[in-house]
């Protein structure tokens, strides 16, 4: 069986100045160099926070030492909820961070969870053992943790504030032991 010569032979030769990149070809590039500006964007927040205005869902997950934990357990005081996964390199950048942040923060009265999207705990005391984490881990339900918390991106960070009102977000990662976000949300133990 004989076929004609492909597509591809055929541009091989032709002039540079008479192929045309395609509208596809042309949108796949600016998706990509969008996407590789992506993370310097969300690193570059430093610690900036979005102000939001809703309530924590209810829940009821697990933490890693197999407690239950639900919405009424962050009653009466400020948390740092942050929305994690092992394989998510810009989340395991940000947990040295978050530990110093931790260590201030719980004297201070304000609570932080580390809710892991969908890992086992196998996975996850596998990789603290590693990169540990000093602050409570909850095991959250894969994309359902997300979703509930309207979270759509990794790592999201939701400040809940006593009343049980998310009222800041971080999308991406932050500076957690920046001192100036750490007083900030100490503030918060105290209003």
Same mark, same amino acid.
């Given at each position: 069986m004989t076929s004609g010569p492909c597509r591809r032979a055929r541009l091989v030769h032709e002039h540079p100045s008479?192929?045309?990149p395609s509208r596809r070809r042309l949108a796949t590039l600016a998706?990509?160099?969008?996407?590789?500006?992506?993370?310097?964007? /969300?690193?570059? =927040? !430093? #610690?900036?926070?979005?102000?939001?205005?809703?309530?924590?869902?209810?829940?009821?997950? @697990?933490?890693?030492?197999?407690?239950?934990?639900?919405?009424?357990?962050?009653?009466?005081?400020?948390?740092?909820?942050?929305f994690w996964a092992t394989w998510c390199s810009s989340c395991v950048?940000?947990?040295?961070?978050?530990?110093?942040?931790w260590a201030t /923060?719980?004297? =201070? !009265? #304000?609570?932080?969870?580390?809710v892991n999207v969908g890992e086992t705990p196998e996975?996850? @005391?596998?990789?603290?053992?590693?990169?540990?984490?000093?602050?409570?881990?909850?095991l959250g339900h894969g994309a359902t943790a997300l979703s509930d918390w309207d979270a759509h991106v990794m790592p999201t960070t939701l400040i809940v504030d006593?009343?049980?009102?998310?009222?800041?977000?971080?999308? !991406?990662?932050?500076?957690?032991d920046d001192p100036s976000l750490i007083e900030r949300l100490a503030a918060l133990a105290a209003d």
């Open positions: 008479t192929v045309r998706l990509t160099l969008i996407a590789a500006a992506v993370p310097f964007t /969300l690193s570059a =927040a !430093g #610690v900036e926070l979005d102000e939001v205005d809703r309530p924590a869902p209810a829940f009821d997950l @697990e933490t890693l030492g197999g407690e239950r934990l639900d919405l009424a357990a962050l009653d009466g005081k400020p948390w740092v909820v942050n950048e940000e947990i040295p961070a978050m530990n110093t942040a /923060l719980e004297s =201070a !009265g #304000v609570g932080m969870l580390a996975a996850i @005391e596998a990789f603290i053992e590693r990169v540990p984490i000093d602050f409570p881990i909850v006593a009343a049980g009102q998310v009222i800041f977000e971080a999308l !991406g990662p932050r500076d957690w």
